[in-house]
T-cell receptor
Framework: GENVEQHPSTLSVQEGDSAVIKCTYS??????FPWYKQELGKRPQLIID?????GEKKDQRIAVTLNKTAKHFSLHITETQPEDSAVYFC??????????FGTGTKLQVIP | DTGVSQDPRHKITKRGQNVTFRCDPI?????LYWYRQTLGQGPEFLTY????????KSRLLSDRFSAERPKGSFSTLEIQRTEQGDSAMYLC???????????FGPGTRLTVL
């Protein structure tokens, strides 16, 4: 089955700086890579996703890159704000089936 | 509210008791997923349905766990003879054919004493 590894587990940045979270996956059949943001006590919310036929996708301050050959994908948040503080999860899957989540990165943006 | 809903939001039970959770997906969504999340971890897949058919079950889903979606709309997850290790947040998500995007409900937090 799919195995997703995520690094780092915690990340502290100064407000305005960039944050990068990296994930690797094992199953070459995976073709869908979502990123979720989860605030304390709340449900995971999709913030951006990418499919395997695309190398990069951007939405305002958030971007995701995918290296299908290396089975790596990354989340980039620029100009971080205190409200970006949360736990971020990467996931891999596709084919309208389950996704396998990483272990999460707790991002703290220091004002 | 047109999002995924779950009931109850919190459940405290004693070890050995049975519990049942309900999930109502977004109305036109035919795929429904159950995940379990423990503190500091990502959600772990338990099972999923396409319409009323249960298509996959994780090895995490022991014989004490059963899920149903009898009419292809809401789903229930039952845990029999609960154990302290069952304490977790149980999340439901739904999606529609043609889209991989899963929308999560608020979860049911189970505490087994």
């Amino acid at each position: 089955g799919e195995n997703v590894e995520q690094h780092p587990s915690t990340l502290s940045v100064q407000e305005g700086d960039s944050a990068v979270i990296k994930c690797t996956y094992s199953d070459s059949a995976s073709n869908y890579f979502p990123w979720y943001k989860q605030e304390l006590g709340k449900r995971p919310q999709l913030i951006i996703d990418i499919r395997s036929n695309v190398g990069e996708k951007k939405d305002q301050r958030i971007a995701v890159t995918l290296n299908k050959t290396a089975k790596h994908f990354s989340l980039h948040i620029t100009e971080t704000q205190p409200e970006d503080s949360a736990v971020y999860f990467c996931a891999a899957g596709g084919g309208y089936q389950k996704v396998t989540f990483g272990t999460g990165t707790k991002l703290q943006v220091i004002p | 509210d047109t999002g995924v809903s779950q009931d109850p939001r919190h459940k405290i039970t004693k070890r050995g008791q049975n519990v049942t959770f309900r999930c109502d997906p977004i109305s036109e969504h035919n795929r429904l997923y159950w995940y379990r999340q423990t503190l500091g971890q990502g959600p772990e897949f338990l099972t999923y349905f396409q319409n009323e058919a249960q298509l996959e079950k994780s090895r995490l889903l022991s014989d004490r766990f059963s899920a149903e979606r009898p009419k292809g709309s809401f789903s229930t997850l039952e845990i029999q003879r609960t154990e302290q290790g069952d304490s977790a947040m149980y999340l439901c998500a739904s999606s529609i054919d043609g889209s991989d995007e899963q929308f999560f409900g608020p979860g049911t937090r189970l505490t087994v004493l």
